[in-house]
């Protein structure tokens, strides 16, 4: 079975510019979430999509934003990139919630550097 | 708020033992993930605890006291290979989201 897939792998980006993240997430899961993982802090939740509905939101403005597909791709895009946008960008995939959790299986990660 | 705490970095001796603490003060629990990801790497599933109590699988185990917000996972008769980070999580089923501590890093020395 292929694990969560994530593109492209690196993205070299300057200040105001916009950047645009896949995510694929393994086959018969219907939710995707994307975490940031800036350096020397730790993984901080993005946004939870779950059969192409947006779920729940962690604490970003709102010029991070995303999409999720009829296929359950995902898509993460960061609008008038700053500095502090540089951070690898984790997608994980999970089955619809139908107990009390579901476990997230991560993708390899994008890493955007914003120059 | 939510707020939790690993040690940043650890270092041990392959073939000892390591315990890493996870302290946390979260609105809402429901369960505690630990994940391991080595460096460049996808971190990976390795428990998740919802109930007091410790919880065994093969070389690592992990505990949890809800009552004092404290976890530890144990790492046993380490190898090289155990060098990575380890991520404490507090699952909130409110909003099905997971909240990271910063990871501790553990370092297996020959």
């Known amino acids: 079975e292929a694990g969560v897939t994530q593109s492209p792998t690196h993205l070299i980006k300057t200040s105001a510019q916009q950047a645009t993240l896949r995510c694929s997430p393994i086959s018969g899961h219907t939710s995707v979430y994307w975490y940031q993982q800036a350096l020397g802090l730790g993984l901080q939740f993005l946004l939870w999509y779950d059969e192409g509905e947006e779920r729940n939101r962690g604490n970003f403005p709102p010029r991070f934003s995303g999409r999720q597909f009829p296929n359950y791709s995902s898509e993460l895009n960061v609008n008038a990139l700053e500095l502090e946008d540089s951070a690898l960008y984790l997608c994980a995939s999970s089955r619809t919630r139908d107990r009390e959790y579901n476990e997230q299986f991560f993708g390899p990660g994008t890493r955007l550097t914003v120059l | 708020g939510q707020n939790i705490d690993q040690p940043t970095e650890m270092t041990a001796t392959e073939g000892a033992i390591v315990q890493i603490n996870c302290t946390y003060q979260t609105s809402g629990f429901n369960g505690l993930f630990w994940y391991q990801q080595h460096a460049g790497e996808a971190p990976t599933f390795l428990s998740y605890?919802?109930?007091?109590g410790l919880e065994e699988k093969g070389r690592f185990s992990s505990f949890l006291s809800r009552s004092k917000g404290y976890s530890y996972l144990l790492l046993k008769e380490l190898q090289m290979k155990d060098s990575a980070s380890y991520l404490c999580a507090v699952y909130k089923a409110a909003g099905n989201k997971l909240t990271f501590g910063g990871g501790t890093r553990v370092l297996v020395k020959p």
């Open positions: 605890n919802v109930l007091d």
